[in-house]
């Protein structure tokens, strides 16, 4: 028997979908009684919600559960009970619970479980549930209670595509998209708790309900919401961006110009090996597009390099890519062979100190394309959502609709919506003067 564990603390890794799920398993023990804590040092319970998109993930995660062990040690305090949850708890399930001995164990489409799940860890037998049920999770969920004035809400989940480096369809499984009306109803409890801006999650987002009208009808009925003011949908697959979601740029109010299309590579061999169903031209001609219907739309990325056999000239293609399309903001990889990927035993991996050298030549292209997309907004005018404290006296920090964080001096609170001049634009954000406040 180990007692039951009175106060938790939640710490997420990887994309948005995670830090959504640990919301909602925060949710899950504050509706069981328990306090939040920010120190994991001092909690009871330790949710460690992993990812398993690149390497060293696993080990990150062993050595946390060690310096969490140690920590308390240390102090003289029995061991916090640990749950692995999140895509390495989903990908490496019992050998988790044998080389770590953590208590619970629990995958990205079980964790409504996790209250049992504690409670059967704390009877003494370590807890494991790495199902993917049929029923999905949601209805399980408690109600949103308080949340930042920019909150994320899964709409989707899993992948079907395969792309050959990915472990995504492993771990989260099959593409499922959540019901119409319980997004929809998520999102007024969303609004009801102090959300101005509303960011739809998924995995493959732009693929969602295609049954069920597409994301643009989900976000014509969002746009229809009193007091919310902004809506974002993340992340983008090429094949799924449809003309209707496209036209919803140039027509829903709410829909911010951001648009997030990850395209991996420039190279048309390197994209057919990936699995990627989309070449460069289909991508550059798609973004003509959605240029054509929003044209100071913000185009954000992802890209890997260092893929199996990527040759000098193909990493090429993808610099030229970049110059081509003029990213307002973008992530880049080196590529990380992961177990059980068809990518990690194909032949030609690249040498770490090539993938280097590339992904510095990348990165210099990005950030000055990214200090390029924000010099263009100096003098403007635009909205800013307030989302926190700067670091200077008086200092608030938010976002333009561009998804730039913008600095500025005033008396509003967070959740407020600021008129702002564009007085200065700095490679990474930029700065502003308030001009009006909108009416809240
Ligand atoms: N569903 C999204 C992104 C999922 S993962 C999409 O299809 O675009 C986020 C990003 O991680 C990917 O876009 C890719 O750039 C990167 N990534 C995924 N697997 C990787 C791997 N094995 N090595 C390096 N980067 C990887
Ligand atoms: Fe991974 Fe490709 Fe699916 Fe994105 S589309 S999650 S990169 S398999
Ligand atoms: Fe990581 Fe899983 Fe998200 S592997 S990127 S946490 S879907």
Redesign the pocket.
Known sequence: MKPSPKTFHVKSFG?QMNVYDGERMAELMLAEGMTATDDANAADLVVLNTCH???RATEKVYSDIGRLRKGARQSGRSAPMVAVAGCVAQAEGEEIVRRAGVDVVVGPQAYHNLPALVAQAASGAPALDTDMPIASKFGALPARRRVAPSAFLTVQEG?D?F?T????PYTRGAEVSRPFAAIVDEAKALVDAGAREITLLG??VNAWGQDQGGLEALIVALDRLPGLERIRYT???PNDMTQGLIDAHAQVGKLMPFLHL?V?SGSDRVLKAMNRSHDRDSYLRLLDRVRAARPDIALSG???VGFPGETDAEFAETLSLVDAVGYAQA????????PG?P?ATMPDQIAPEIMDERLQRLQAALNRDQAAFNAKTLGRTCDVLIERAGKLPGQMLGKSPWLQSVHLLTDAAIGDMVEVDIVRADPNSLSGLERRRAAA
Request: hydrophobic content about 25%; proline content about 6%.
């Open positions: 994309c998109i690149r390497e992948c595509k792309c480096y990915c472990v995504v995995q493959n992340t983008s697959h990850p991996q992802d890209f890997i992530f880049s990889f080196k590529y990380s062979p992961r990927t990518a």
